[in-house]
């Protein structure tokens, strides 16, 4: 096939069709095609779009601790959980593998090093604690610091400074924080609780102090739907932001069983676009309870999908530490814990998915460290320009 004789609107339209994987190794072929895949938005946008429309985008868990400061893995391939030398032989991995590396489990091979990709910063990252602020289509936002913000895109490398927050930023914690995309002005914003609200716009390229305040401030990342970030707050439940009107709202949680006051709740989005909301009690923290709420703002519309509990759980003392809801699955992290010395420690920690319409562990990967915070994205071409 001779390239010049295809008609650009061709050659977009075929390129469209492929997944980003195949596209980032085509770039090479031809300064053409290189053009069209990584600096076409309008084809960066399309691509993007005929995928999820086909519901091909390849979905990866992007997660960091203490040790090792970053991984990724892919959220559709985990692996079979199999006999109980596994976790000794994953950790051992764990161990000796580079401290930045993304993990494309393609196989049942899950500690073949040929299923590793390792990723490194297109940037000198500041020197400071790393937090994940969220993503929207394929784009990763950080904070270092707390004041330090970044967006990037793990599949193609690119990545910009965003501009000093300034004085928004003069205490050094996010309490609460947010990342969104309003398609009809093609902005993607950022949202972050100090000790003010104040909120990024890409189109801007600047930040604003907001002049409005929740009466009950929610807690850590949001979850975007609907344009619109979604906390929990356990004592007066879920706090909405509508990243457009840039106002809150109020939700109220599923009638779940009260019968504990430790209680440990997750939001997320369904298969069918809902908010959904996983409980975990801690009197009872072998199960996890998974609600929809199927018409969005109507509390009547709660819907329990099932209770998750394990049915060889893990020997000893432990616990999920956190829970990310998917659209078909949850990721949760398993923390265990022994007695040395009459203290408690944490052994092992691991991630595990479970299938909603199996109701069962189906695949796990232990890591090391501690304060895990993980988020998922999706592989994309796309970028955000001045």
């Known amino acids: 096939m001779e390239e010049a004789n295809l008609p650009e609107e061709i050659v977009v ?17 031809s300064k053409r095609f290189h053009f069209i895949i990584l600096s076409n938005p309008k084809f960066a946008k399309s ?56 993990l494309h489990l393609e196989t049942t091979s899950f500690g073949d090093r040929s299923s590793v990709r390792k990723l490194q910063f297109p940037f000198q990252p500041p020197v400071g604690r790393l937090s994940l602020l969220g993503s929207c289509n394929g784009i990763v936002f950080l904070a270092f610091d707390e004041r330090v913000f970044y967006i990037w895109n793990p599949s193609t490398g690119f990545f910009r400074k965003l501009p000093d927050p300034g004085s928004l930023c003069d205490q050094r914690f996010l309490f609460n924080y947010g990342v969104g995309y309003l398609s009809a002005t093609d902005d993607y914003k950022i949202f972050i609780a100090t000790d003010v609200y104040a909120i990024f716009s890409s189109r801007a390229q600047a930040w604003k102090k907001l002049e ?19 906390w929990l707050n356990q004592e007066n439940g879920i706090v909405a932001f509508d990243l457009a009107q840039e106002k809150f709202s109020k939700m109220t949680m599923p009638n779940f069983d009260e019968r504990s006051l430790n209680q440990f709740g997750y ?3 369904s298969a069918e676009g809902c908010l ?9 923290h072998d199960c996890i309870q998974v609600w929809v ?5 109507v509390h009547d519309s709660w819907t329990k999908l099932y209770n998750f509990r394990f049915l060889d759980p893990p020997e000893g003392m432990w616990s999920f530490s956190r829970v990310l809801v998917l659209e078909t699955s949850i990721v949760a992290h398993i923390c265990t814990m022994k007695e040395v010395d009459n203290d408690c420690i944490t052994d092992v ?10 109701e ?27």
């Open 349 to 358: 920690k691991g991630l595990i998915k479970i299938l909603h319409k199996e």
């Open 267 to 269: 939001l997320g989005v």
């Open 212 to 230: 409005v305040y929740s009466e009950s401030p929610p807690s850590f990342r949001g979850t975007l739907l609907n344009e619109a970030l979604h």
């Open 47 to 102: 691509q993007f779009q005929a995928a999820r429309e086909r519901k091909t985008l390849d979905q990866r868990l992007l997660y960091n601790t203490t040790v090792p400061p970053l991984e990724s893995l892919d959220l559709e391939t985990l692996p079979l959980f199999g006999d109980s030398s596994y976790l000794e032989r994953r950790l051992l991995y764990s161990k000796i593998a580079p401290r930045l590396e993304s």
């Open 13 to 29: 339209l075929i390129l469209s069709w492929l997944p980003v994987k195949s596209l980032l190794r085509f770039t090479c072929v």
């Open 360 to 386: 069962e562990k189906c695949g796990e990967y232990v890591i090391e460290g501690f304060e895990l915070k993980m988020i998922r994205y999706q592989e994309s071409l796309c970028r955000i320009d001045d």
């Open 293 to 297: 709420m199927k018409e969005y703002g």
């Open 276 to 284: 959904s909301f996983a409980l975990s009690l801690w009197d009872a």
